[in-house]
């Protein structure tokens, strides 16, 4: 059910694309901050308290529906999984802005990938050069291909029915939202979502690492996975993208000087500097890395079914 799940996923997405930040993310944000707004008193207890009800109270109730759903007809819990899945997961997250870019940086439309970039990603982009753009798109799809695919993915097998990709997107959004730049950094309320996403994130990191480092470069891979996360800002991300640097044989990371401003930012990956083919390889590095986890999850059901 789980592979005929994902595939009708992918399949309504390439007809029907979701607007993912319309759809899902504002929507969940906005929940997200009405529990915020009634249990935020600076308590670490509090945080507990609202995490348990902004995250885990509608994964139960989705876990009851599919439960309910299931044991009436399995075809009625097949649609639930995939309308679930179809709001939790899926390329056209990150896809649509990385392709336009590419195809800008092959036409020699600087202005107009800098434009595309700064909407994608919300930064200033005004005197990036194509080298750097190629570098922050790369990255910017590397982390999205595992933000919205790959951890939603395993999450999806490892719980019954829909409740794990509900379970790891709403604790994404839940610490996004409690974990703004505008909180007050002597709040102890929303250390528990970082802390609890922390844990729901440590294995898929490592699975996507994984699976970039199986059907890429296998040795820098690795490599580049072990030296180097530790110093960017985010280690947890820096596990993928240093993985996927790796797989890919490029340079990303880097300082990126945008005017006077220059970010001061680790080096990650080995051997060339990226740049419109290189975003074209980390295209083909995902999609490998999508059908090696479509072909485990048929040897897991094929498994099952000789069981």
Do not use: K
């Not at 970082?194 to 490592?206: H, K, T």
């Not at 990226?274 to 083909?284: E, I, L, R, T």
């Not at 048929?298 to 498994?303: R, V």
Request: charged letters at 15%; aromatic letters at 12%; hydrophobic letters at 50%.
């Amino acid at each position: 059910m789980s592979l005929l799940s994902l595939i009708a996923v992918f399949l309504i997405e390439q007809l029907q694309p979701l607007d993912y930040r319309r759809v899902v993310a504002d929507p969940l944000g906005v929940w997200a901050d009405f529990i915020e707004s009634r249990f935020n008193a600076g308590a670490y207890r509090h945080g507990v308290l609202a995490w348990c009800l902004a995250v885990l109270l509608p994964v139960l109730l989705v876990a009851t529906a599919y439960g309910l759903l299931y044991s009436l007809n399995p075809l009625f819990g097949l649609l639930l999984n995939i309308g679930v899945l179809y709001l939790t997961m899926g390329f056209r997250q990150f896809s649509h802005h990385y392709t336009e870019i590419q195809l800008a940086l092959r036409l020699g439309d600087l202005e107009r990938a800098r434009q595309l970039l700064g909407e994608w990603q919300g930064r200033s982009t005004y005197s990036l050069s194509s080298e750097d753009i190629a570098r922050l798109s790369i990255e910017g799809a590397l982390g999205a291909s595992h933000r919205h695919v790959f951890a939603v993915l395993l999450w999806f097998v490892l719980l019954p029915g829909p409740c794990g990709a509900l379970l790891y997107r709403l604790s994404l959004i839940v610490r996004d939202r409690w974990n703004r730049e505008t909180a007050n950094q002597r709040n102890e309320f929303p250390i528990f979502s970082r802390q609890v996403f922390g844990m729901i994130d440590w294995l898929p990191l490592r699975a996507t690492a994984s699976a970039f480092a199986i059907v890429g470069d296998f040795e820098d891979a690795a490599y580049c996975w072990r030296t180097q996360p530790a110093q960017w800002p985010d280690r947890d991300m820096g596990i993928v993208l240093a993985a996927g640097a790796g797989a890919l044989g490029v340079q990303l990371g880097r300082p990126v000087a945008d005017g006077v401003e220059v970010s001061d930012r680790a080096e990650l990956g080995l051997g060339d500097p990226a740049d419109v083919d290189f975003m074209q390889s980390a295209v083909g590095l995902v999609w490998r890395a999508t059908v090696l986890w479509m072909l485990l999850l048929f040897l897991l059901g094929l498994a099952s079914l000789v069981g």
